[in-house]
């Protein structure tokens, strides 16, 4: 067994090496390629290099660099309704034949006939016994599947694409760029923190630990001996307007130095994070200036993303907003109807060349947004690069660590390894699956999404 | 500017030498050091090696490695009372003073007056009352700067010196081992989420985000402009008993493979953690049963810690034991009472030699309970052995990162690392202050708790 100190000794090595090249922090030129150059980007890496600057007066240590996301209209689209309504909807439609008592219900009958006057009626009550009956009494497991299912199946009705598609690209590289330089990124959103939690580290990589949402409590039992939760919607909480300040000081426990949304909602935490703070801060509102690639709307949306005060205060308060019409080069990861951003994530090799693959051991692939691929052969770890081009898929050579491993194993390594060189496109196949194919247009290997 | 893709070459070929060296898990033999071998230790280092070992059935993979920990009696000691509520205690007498009115109280009286009884009865109306006055209407800073104050000055009844100072080296231990196998540590206590979150960072590495515990509701606003957090008791969440496993899933969103307790109060998220689990998962129990070092107790404690229920249940749920006495070479970072371990943490350097320092750069100096010193010189990061012995401190050469500077710094450099080769010992000034000593006795360095 290697001596720990060996290894210590080449971890300090190596994060010295590390450390001396990233002395100036991480060239921005190349991490935001899809902000057109201007006041909003320049505003975006001179914040970041004036917080990671070390030995200047502006530099914030690594664990203090916190920075907040709101979720809808800010990360992903939320028109022409946030999708969690939208989700609840046709939650609502798939339940009803199981659940015909349901049909007395005015707000069932509300929702089936249209009658959105109806649901908003009495203080938004018949939306909140939509979502009461879609969000509560189930576990966190069962909610996750359902979300997952429909996630899968649904699609935009703009954009004919599935909603986990219709991100913006240009925050997709904000989150990347702060991550490269040792931020901790955060949701903070209106949206349930549950629902969030399904999507958002395949689509953000941002883990559930770090998604702040509403919530309600959480019943706890012993049920037939196995630990289970039940969700309700008791004491909840609403993590919008001044619940966002709360919800960062409960949940993180620190004031962050970046806050990122897009409506009237975030005010409370963009204030929270420029104002008094001891620290450097910086506040970004993106405006919804193109009706053309996505949709014009603040004073008056037809659904949420309210933008009027927050707008008006943005100037005092030095908060950078974004015209997403001039500042974004493109909007949506590629063109969201081809499909191609949802390769990124990980996915599991289910055969190689028709031939199966082993049961126990797990050959994975991991598609990044930085254009690379990474994952185990099933023995070893490997990465290389991975250009995806429309439907085309070609990974450059793939480096990997050197352990043996039983020669069933290694035989399929081996397979792995060959038949992603013969690779030069992909295909979508039943839900959740995907084919790599070879230049022959044969199927060369099927996996499945993680 | 170095090229990022430079930077990116070399991480991953830092990575790749890494990941080689680490092809086996982090070697256990140096990392407990502070345990007995037998069925514990074996236990602890088996669990991990089982779910770090790369191709295996039982590989969990880095994401999913969530330990949780309770604290009172599982990290640091709880008696003969959960220093929290010693905390509170002192500040009802601190503050009396300054609150006459309080005098009228009948929860005061009793306190003041020593009367337990009366404190508790009435299902602790008494007891909550004190915590409401201590505990709510003041700010979050105000609150931290009360516990800091507190935590600088109180001392243990029975071991005489700061209550940071009476934790657990073989725990410590554990947490370090775990996260050098890409766990993520997380604090899941029935004490005060705030009250926590203000020390656990500098004494268990843990960030306040990692913490989970009891909390009420907080009230934000903009007051004369500026944002205020208030604290109430409102809305009280409890964060102990079926709590837990509650915590765990809103604040995390993932269950833990590993869950570490030592009372009853934690059966649930043992349970939680190991029962009905698809991940292979982790249980241990602290077992006090050494009244000399530290305590005995298990069914009838003076205060919290009961440990009935959750012992019986660890043979048929397979949780580890840890009988204190047998399992733990040492209780304490060295003797407590020595103040050795309180040198652990982050200090800024506030002189050299007498001859001050440069105002707006930070020479720092952070002590690793791994016997590691590291830092900035204010231009450069640097790393080495940092010896402390009973009052014996000396450091080994140190590494540092080769960037120039302007002279004024290059010059305090220069100052600090010379300084450094000269100390041989270290003594405690005045409140947060230390001094570092040459072999003359003289002040070389003069260094502030940051």
Known sequence: ?????????????????????LSTPVAAQDSLPSWNDGASKQAIVAFVKKVTTEGSESFVPAAERIAVFDNDGTLWCEFPLPNQATFAF?????????????????????????????????????LIKIIALTHAGLTPDEFDERVQNWLATAKHPKFDCAYTNVIYQPMLEVLNYLRANDFETWIVSGGGKDFMRVFAEATY?????????????????????????TKTLDSLFVDDKEGKPVGIAQFIGRRPIACFGNSDGDQAM?????????????????????????????????????????????????????????DWKTVFPDDPKDGTSSLIGEWLVEDIAGKGVVDRVQTTVNFSADGTASGSTGVNRYSGKADIDGNKLTFGSLATTR?????????????????????????????????????????AMKLSKK
Chains 1, 2 share one sequence.
């Open 90 to 126: 046709d939650e609502i439609k798939r339940l009803l034949p199981e659940n015909p008592v349901w049909k007395d219900d005015p707000a069932v009958t509300a929702l089936v006939s249209g009658d959105v006057a109806a649901l908003k009626a009495d203080h938004n009550a018949g």
């Open 205 to 229: 990589g941002i883990p559930p630990q770090q998604i702040i949402g509403s919530y309600g409590k959480l019943k706890y039992e012993l049920k037939e001996g196995k630990p289970t939760l």
């Open 1 to 21: 067994m290697i001596q720990q100190n060996a290894v210590e000794a080449m971890k300090t090595v190596c994060s010295l090496l590390i450390f001396a090249l």
């Open 403 to 443: 352990m043996a491993g039983p020669a069933a194993l290694m035989d399929q390594e081996q397979r792995f390894l060959t038949a992603a060189e013969t690779i030069v496109a992909f295909e979508f196949g039943e839900p959740g699956i995907v084919y790599f194919l070879d230049n022959n247009a044969n199927r």
């Open 270 to 326: 963009m204030e929270y994070t420029t104002i008094d703070n001891p620290r450097p801060s910086f506040g970004l509102i993106v405006h919804h200036t193109d009706a053309e690639r996505e949709y014009a709307y603040d004073a008056n949306p037809t659904s949420s993303g309210k933008l009027t005060t927050a707008l008006d205060a943005a100037p005092q308060r030095g908060w950078t907003v974004v015209d997403m019409k001039q």
